[in-house]
């Protein structure tokens, strides 16, 4: 096989380059799908509070990609007192005088809670390293430390699911334009945008390694196409559903009997309000 030939089957091969970006899903497919998930959310939260489970569930992917729209879909069904969203932007300079995964171990679930990350440690290996904020030991080491890191918190009994929502340049562009003709969506635009897409390709190579350096057993990838937001928006939700379902029992726990019991006593005298 010719060297050029050998080089296309490899990035062919590469993630983002396997994905189907014409998938969709139909409207009436999409709001039933999402029905049926978000009830299964409030099932797993329900449970986790009961069983002392937590999970981390990670967003990754491209400026405009759709995360903070799925995000939203999960939220709007979970209680925040079991359930955080964590938006995480440049680190702070306190945050630079320490270890860059120290401001994530502070945001960690306790138990029977959940956490979103919308955007992570993954920075690291992705604006840090293409943007020069990370000196190439630096980045070069992290694949290894964030493997480590996650397999602590597997390990420890903690779920990790991560997502990279993935769009083409073309539907970037289309959002971009959206965003900016839109007064109540222009706040979502920055400059840190619109310089990223300037570097796509360096973008593109560094989540491909991201992907494939970091995909493990416990803590695998799902790659989601994600031009069409209601069909990433379904693959997404129901991946996170299953796997933080997985080995659970979503059934209701019964009420405590002194919990019916005080219940019980509270209508009664309702009941003799009324009558007197």
Not at 47 to 72: C, M, N, P, Q
Not at 200 to 206: C, L, Q, R
Not at 248 to 274: C, H, N, T
Request: aromatic share 10%.
């Amino acid at each position: 096989m010719a060297k050029d030939e050998k080089s296309a089957e490899v990035s062919a091969n590469r993630p983002l380059n396997r994905l189907d970006m014409d998938s969709s899903l139909e409207k009436d497919v999409y709001e039933s799908r999402l029905e049926a998930i978000q009830l299964k959310f409030r099932e797993i939260q329900q449970a986790y509070l009961h069983t002392g489970d937590s999970a981390v569930v990670v967003f990754e992917g491209w400026d405009a990609g759709g995360k903070g729209g799925t995000i939203r879909r999960m939220s709007a069904v979970m209680d925040p007192r079991g359930f955080k969203v964590w938006p995480i932007a440049a680190p702070t300079p306190q945050d630079l005088q320490h270890h860059y995964l120290s401001r994530f171990w502070a945001r960690l679930p306790a138990k029977g809670e959940i956490c979103v990350f919308d955007r992570s440690w993954y920075g690291r290996v992705l604006v840090e390293r293409v943007e020069g904020f990370a000196k190439p030991a630096e980045w070069g080491r992290a694949y290894d430390e964030i493997n480590e890191f996650e397999r602590l918190l597997t390990d420890a009994g903690t779920r990790v699911v991560k997502l990279f929502l993935f769009i083409t340049e073309d539907e970037q562009m289309k959002r971009f334009e959206d965003r900016m003709e839109d007064p109540l969506k222009r706040w979502k635009l920055s400059y840190e945008d619109f310089r990223n897409r300037d570097k796509w390709g360096e973008y593109e190579d560094a989540a491909n390694e991201m992907l494939e350096r970091t995909s493990s057993r416990s803590a695998p990838w799902l790659v989601v196409p994600a031009n069409d937001k209601r069909f990433a928006r379904i693959e997404a939700l129901g991946t996170i559903a299953d796997r933080l379902s997985e080995g659970v029992d979503l059934s209701p726990k019964p009420a405590d009997p002194k919990l019916v019991e005080q219940y019980e006593r509270m209508v009664e005298r309702e009941k003799k309000k009324r009558k007197g």
